[in-house]
């Protein structure tokens, strides 16, 4: 025994240094193979002590040359011991490794809400199911729950109103229920231990039997979207959201938010100005069907209806022929389709209202009596909260009719599509330049309320633009500018007491299915316009579907504000010295001498003349005459007949007929100013009144 070294020692197996093991998962095959080598160096020794001490070394090597056999038996038997056991250890492993079972599943919530739940079917006692859901779409923040399947979750939703309604009138924090209401509901559940706002659990399964597990938005919030859903037994890697389906299905979808049956009414209307209408279909899955029934309710209409795929190809049609009030159609997807297109368009020579059924796996529209129930199956178009804000007046240019001016214009719209998710850039919202924004866009296919200025002139010279998206899709563009933009509505009949109208109008580039402009409380004219013969009275605002020159209706958006004009010029610089020169005429009537009033009257004219040159520059070169040029011109005449009449007093006076002379000048003294009056009160009645 002193000289005896074994062939390997169990000390390491023993300890359990010589394997690298995942405690949770291999501590007791690491016992169980210590074990066997431990047995097989026993033997080993009891072999070594019992067949060599007794025989002399020489004896030992003669028994080893004649029967090797029976020296190497105890490391045959140990040996086969322990290939043996590490086999029924790796089958052992093996079918634990097989045993994990892991299941995907894709789903969505919707804006509405609701909630999506799946079955878990036949689980035994003491197994472990993990769980992890993320968003992958939209803003969507999940909250996983899992209870027993006898449990009704309209029970639990209404149980858990009550205590928000009651935490609420005792002034609580309706956020501090979720965990209360959840811990007494749910068996186990999660809201944000997944990374980020991604919702995972493990949980050991208490006996056997089946469960459900439920799928919603975190309560509070209005997230949507898709989501990625991994379910496991025995599999804990699901909590990392990185495992692989395998093993056999356990947990199956049972229903809830997802798309059912619903039927959607729409009214609209058909005539000469437009004649057809686009109801774009929102997506279908693969095996719905699309029911469409349309009837005319007033006039005589004749629809015609084509469904099209992306807006290009017809899938199907009805009353292509144009002999009936009435149209139906039907049509099952192979495959999950968005973008589809319902064309409806009025006959030759017929128009009227119609009452359009849409309706998703419900055949009773088809009989145009299915009443409206579920969800919108028809994309509203977007509406646009738009509003102008006119900042700074830069010039008015009232020979050419237009105005330069520098505005702010900004839009408000929410669209699903822009949604994200705020856990993944760690965000509140995503800011873009104009150019970026629109390459963002562009990128995405979205459509966006592109526009233009219908009356703008020139460049437009863009100060600032920029684009703000929250992670709910809220969407807001800003942009400032300088730009000329036309008024065609200027008119100077009642110049200078004018009032004129100035606009910027606005037109959506996409049709009035995709986008609808509504008026917000943006819309304001600036405090300092920095116009010094202008000053605004009022604007308005207004939105109206036209058709476009493509021949398609788009919104449009009109600021439209109003402006007078500052009078003490025009007071000072024109109307004194008017009534001075009418007075000067006038004072000549005192004159006896006839000769020096027509001097003075002569003199006068001259003046007057002079004075239409001096404000020309001041008056509008219009191709109608302008209640300002008819005073002028008004005044100019009559002072031409002041002088002749002065120089026919003068020949007559010469003529011996001093005395009828002085009988009309005695007449005309007082009949000069009422004729002016006269004169006046006939023009402005003509400009302001008739």
């Known amino acids: 025994m002193q000289n005896f070294k074994p062939k390997f020692s169990a000390l390491p197996f023993l300890t359990g240094k010589c394997f690298s093991t995942r405690r949770s998962r291999r501590k007791n095959a690491g016992k169980i193979i210590s074990l066997v080598y431990f047995v097989a160096f026993v033997l080993e020794i009891f072999l070594a002590k019992y067949g060599r001490s007794k025989y002399s070394k020489r004896w030992n090597r003669m028994s080893l040359a004649k029967s090797p056999s029976k020296f190497h038996a105890g490391k045959v038997i140990g040996f086969v011991t322990i290939v043996f056991v590490s086999l029924l250890l790796a089958n052992s492993r093996a079918s634990a490794q097989s045993a994990a079972q892991v299941q995907e599943f894709r789903g969505n919530i919707p804006q509405s809400g609701g909630v999506n739940s799946y079955a878990l079917a036949n689980l ?55 965990a209360e209401v959840a811990n007494q509901n749910f068996l186990a559940w999660d809201d944000d231990s997944g990374g980020g706002f991604s919702a995972a659990f493990e949980f050991t399964i208490p006996a056997d039997g ?13 997230s949507f979207g898709d989501y990625q859903l991994l379910v496991g037994l025995d599999a804990p890697q699901v909590l990392e959201g990185k495992a692989a389906p395998q093993g056999e299905a356990f947990a199956s979808f049972v229903g809830g938010a997802a798309k059912g049956a619903a039927v959607q009414e729409i009214h609209a209307t058909l005539d000469a100005q437009t004649p057809q209408r686009l109801h774009r279909i929102l997506p279908f899955a693969a095996g719905d069907t699309l029911s469409v029934f349309v009837e005319t309710t ?38 999950d389709a968005s973008e589809y297109l319902l064309e409806i368009t009025a006959a030759a020579g017929t128009s009227g209202e119609y009452r359009l059924l849409i309706g998703r796996n419900e055949p009773a529209v088809l009989t145009g009596l299915a009443a409206p129930a579920g969800e919108p199956l028809v994309r509203a178009p977007l509406d646009v909260a738009i509003g102008v804000k006119l900042q700074q007046i830069a010039n008015v240019d009232q020979k050419a009719e237009n105005y330069s001016a520098v505005v702010s214009m900004r839009m408000n719209w ?65 942009e400032r500018f300088t730009t000329n933009f036309q008024a065609p509505d200027f008119d100077f009949r009642q110049f200078p007491f004018d009032t004129q109208t100035f606009f910027i109008r606005i037109d959506s580039l996409y049709d009035s299915s995709f986008i609808k402009f509504v008026p917000s409380n943006y819309s304001e004219v600036g405090t300092q316009l920095g116009e010094e013969e202008w000053y605004i009275t009022s604007f308005e605002t207004e939105v109206l579907t036209e058709p476009s020159s493509t021949g398609k209706e788009t919104s449009n958006f009109i600021f439209r504000f109003f402006a007078s004009r500052h009078l003490s010029f025009y007071i000072f610089r024109i109307f004194v010295p008017l009534i001075l020169i009418i007075t000067v005429s006038w004072i000549t009537f005192f004159l006896q001498d006839y000769g020096k009033r027509v001097d003075a009257t002569t003199g006068n004219l001259l003046l007057f003349i002079a004075f239409n040159f001096t404000i020309a520059g001041e008056l509008p070169r219009l191709g109608y005459l302008t209640y300002m040029d008819s005073l002028l011109v008004g005044a100019f005449f009559v002072s031409v007949l002041v002088v002749i009449y002065n120089v026919y007093l003068k020949r007559m006076e010469k003529n011996e007929g001093q ?21 006046l009160l006939v023009i402005t009645w003509n400009f302001f009144w008739r």
């Open 124 to 178: 035994q006692q003491g197994r472990k199911l993990s769980v992890h859901v993320q968003g992958t779409s939209g803003n969507f923040d999940p909250f996983a729950a899992l209870i027993r399947s006898d449990q009704q979750i309209e029970a639990i939703a209404a149980d858990f109103n009550a205590q928000v309604d009651q935490a609420q009138q005792e002034n609580r924090d309706p956020l501090v229920l979720i």
């Open 210 to 222: 089946s469960y459900q597990l439920l799928i919603f938005r975190t309560p509070f919030t209005d």
């Open 298 to 335: 007033s006039g005589n209409l004749i629809p015609q209806v084509v469904l099209k795929a992306y807006g290009t190809k017809s899938v199907r049609s009805a009353n292509t022929s144009g002999s009936a009030q009435q149209a139906s159609l039907e049509y099952t997807f192979a495959a």
């Open 414 to 478: 929410n669209d699903p599509a822009l949604a994200f998710l705020s856990d993944e850039c760690q965000c509140e919202f995503e800011t873009y330049t104009g150019k970026s924004f629109v390459d963002f866009i562009t990128a995405k296919k979205i459509p966006w309320p592109a526009y233009t200025y219908l009356n703008q002139q020139n460049n437009r010279w863009i100060q600032n633009d920029y684009a703000v998206i929250r992670p709910n899709g809220d969407a807001l563009y800003f």
């Open 659 to 679: 005395t009828w002379a002085q009988k009309i000048d005695k007449y005309m003294l007082w009949l000069y100013p009422l004729g002016y009056v006269l004169g």
